[in-house]
Nanobody
Framework: VQLQASGGGLGQTGGSLRLSCAAS????????MGWLRQAPGKEREFVAA????????LYVDSVKGRFTISRDNAKNTVYLQMNSLKPEDTAVYYC???????????????WGQGTLVTVSS
């Protein structure tokens, strides 16, 4: 499975950005899809995940109520809508696929190349 993330850029505090992740094949629809991020000087961390049907989601506490993960299996695409952005959201965001519905970074098997999100204060 190949993943291509896009939509990063410069956002303002309180603003919004939407990330997209396109998968190379339809079989990706059977995977749990996640967004993870890595801020400068920090370890990669889990942000959000969505199960194959889109009916169940999981978020890290710091983004709950602000970020929304969704997926369109017909388009082989997963999205991350980011609202009420904060400077601490600045990071490279990665989409990834896993066989498990998990927050554990190492359990994600396939990774996209990452897209940079910078939030100005």
């Amino acid at each position: 499975v190949q993943l291509q993330a896009s939509g990063g850029g410069l956002g303002q505090t309180g603003g919004s950005l939407r990330l997209s992740c396109a998968a190379s094949e339809r079989t990706a629809s059977t995977y749990v899809m996640g967004w993870l991020r890595q801020a400068p000087g920090k370890e990669r961390e889990f942000v959000a995940a969505i199960n194959w049907s889109g009916g169940t989601t999981l978020y890290v506490d710091s983004v709950k109520g602000r970020f929304t993960i969704s997926r369109d299996n017909a388009k082989n695409t997963v999205y991350l809508q980011m609202n009420s952005l904060k400077p601490e959201d600045t990071a490279v965001y990665y989409c990834a696929a896993s066989r498990s519905f998990t927050k554990v970074v190492v359990e994600y098997d396939y990774w996209g190349q990452g897209t940079l999100v910078t939030v100005s204060s």
